[in-house]
């Protein structure tokens, strides 16, 4: 599915649409894992904070 920008945004919070596009746009980072460790990719930086809404939503 290829909804544009503003359509992700009346079905999702900002954060999550944001995620949708960075990963579009190849906007992550990929550490490849290794020996029988797994990789990680991360879609927003380590040191931004989250924001207090979404961490309320989390309890759902």
């Known amino acids: 599915m290829r909804l544009k920008k503003d359509d992700l945004l009346k079905g999702l919070s900002p954060k999550a649409a944001e995620g949708v596009l960075r990963v579009r746009e190849g906007k992550v980072d990929i550490k490849a894992g290794f020996d029988g460790e797994y990789g990680i990719i991360s879609i927003f930086d380590a ?14």
């Not at 040191?47 to 759902?60: A, G, I, R, V, W």
């Open 47 to 60: 040191n931004q904070t989250p924001d207090k809404n979404e961490e309320q939503l989390k309890m759902f």
